[in-house]
């Protein structure tokens, strides 16, 4: 999910990325849960959303998250400090630093309108997103 949501919020998305993040959100949504309570389909939606995002980031970039969390893991290696905790633990207070930009901020709402978070504006649908990544 940071992967697609990294490479959604970007500066370097573009019109090829966009569509992969997105879609890659939407099914990690939709499938995560099922998916870690031992539903098989689901963990196949979860292998193809992994490699959406994986094409999205490959060609957008991360951000911020990421580079925190390489530097985590790095650290802490012996403290086991997995890659993905460590995303975990940064994502929601990265939107909300980079949601004092407009442009990334209204990248972060219409992130939370696709998988249907509450919200009326872009600063209530970022406040949702910040903390639906916690979930
Ligand atoms: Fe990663």
Redesign the pocket.
Known sequence: M??AIEAYVSTLHCEYTDPLALHAIEMINQYLIPSYNGDMGARKKMHDAQCLAGMAFSNAL?GIV?SM?HKTGAAYSGGHIV??CA?AMYLPKVIKFNAREPEAAARYAKIAKYIHLEGNTDEELTDASSHASVK
Do not use: P
Request: no cysteine.
């Open positions: 940071t992967h991360l990421h969390a890659h993905g995303n």
